[in-house]
């Protein structure tokens, strides 16, 4: 009988290999791609060569401060958060295939990282904001973000079809994701992202004009050369990236001085101003509200504000008094009558950028 060859022992390179392999499968394809550059850029040329029952946290912690300490392209403490997550991810798979017998990033400890000092955005910002862009390329963006606070995604994948007649309501169906090469339409994040959001009159100005500048362009180009009724596109008609959204509103506010801020901080923007004008509603959204409390993620955690039935905010201290000049819209339940209409028509789609 020939003797049993033994398999050589399995390195860190060929598990992590194989475990994108399988996570392919249960995560949405930015997400993977995120995956994937973590640990092709990161974790492999560090630990690929180890064999991976003999990985110790000690590999891992002097990976992380390797990263952390080199002079050519550092890495944010942020970063080696998500790599150490993503880390805790892979090898705890490996314990559930037996191929190790405990997970060596428990006993690993990423650096902390630091949070940029929390902004507030009151009335007077968000009207500074949308004069200061008036007529850029992202003013429309910005006005959907400050009046709805949908995702970037959600508005860049945005369709006429999905607003009524009176440009009073839309229907947040699909969202557009960035998975290089591509710009594909995928269904919202979560079945609560799939709901109504109601449009505040100051936003049909905005959707008015939009929509007569791109009749004009389908005048002068050929229609077929342009994305499927999409409000939020390039000046060429092309889809908006959402990459290209976020890298815009960082210039600018790198440009107006503003100190640190997201352009998703708007969509915080939306529930503060929801509260200081009253308008709470126990609806999805930004702000995920009871009847009685709301509670506001932000940065720095969250908050919970009582709220009396008048729908005022009492927060056990003084809260300074903005102008509200500047109609907010609410989030509605979006109910569907069938399993068809839950579906939507987000039917994935794939354009080149």
């Not at 959907?144 to 607003?163: H, K, N, P, Q």
Request: with cysteine; charged share 25%.
């Amino acid at each position: 009988m020939p003797a049993r060859v033994a398999n050589p022992p399995e390195t860190v390179d060929h598990y992590l290999i194989q475990w994108l392999s399988h996570a392919r499968g249960r995560v949405r394809a930015r997400t993977w791609q995120g995956y994937e550059g973590l640990i092709r850029l990161y974790a492999l040329p560090s630990i690929g060569d180890l064999d991976l029952a003999a990985l110790q946290p000690l590999d891992l912690q002097h990976l992380y401060s390797c990263l952390l300490e080199r002079e050519v392209r550092q890495l944010s403490a942020g970063s080696i958060l998500n790599l150490h997550l993503v880390l805790h991810q892979a090898f705890g798979q490996a314990v559930r295939w037996g191929m190790i017998t405990s997970n060596p990033v428990d006993g690993a400890q990423p650096p902390r990282p630091r949070r940029p000092e929390f902004t507030a955005i009151d009335t007077a910002l968000v009207e500074r904001i949308l004069t200061d862009l008036r007529g850029h390329p992202i003013e429309l963006a910005v006005a959907i973000a400050v009046a709805t606070g949908m995702r970037r995604g959600e508005i860049c994948g945005l369709r006429w079809s999905d607003l009524d007649e009176n440009l009073t309501v839309a229907q947040v169906r699909r969202t557009l994701q960035v998975v290089r090469p591509d710009l594909i339409f995928e269904h919202p994040k979560t079945a609560r992202s799939r709901r109504a959001v109601a449009l505040p009159e100051f936003l049909r100005p905005y959707l008015v004009a939009q929509r007569e500048r791109q009749a004009r362009r389908l005048a002068e180009l050929d229609r077929s050369g342009l994305p499927s009724d999409v409000v939020v596109d390039r000046r060429d008609g092309s889809l908006m990236n959402p990459d290209s959204l976020t890298n815009s509103w960082r210039r600018y506010v790198a440009k107006a001085g503003l100190p640190h801020l997201r352009f998703h901080d708007l969509r915080h923007a939306h529930a503060t101003l929801m509260l200081l004008q009253g308008r709470h509603r126990s609806s999805p959204g930004p702000a995920a509200c009871s009847r009685s409390t709301c509670a506001i993620s932000s940065g720095r955690g969250s908050a919970s504000i009582n709220l009396p039935r008048d729908g005022s905010a009492r927060t056990g201290r003084s809260s300074p008094s903005f102008p509200c000049r500047l109609p907010i819209g609410t989030c509605a339940r979006w109910r569907r009558s069938s399993a068809t209409t839950a579906r939507g028509d987000a039917t994935t789609s794939r354009t080149t950028t």
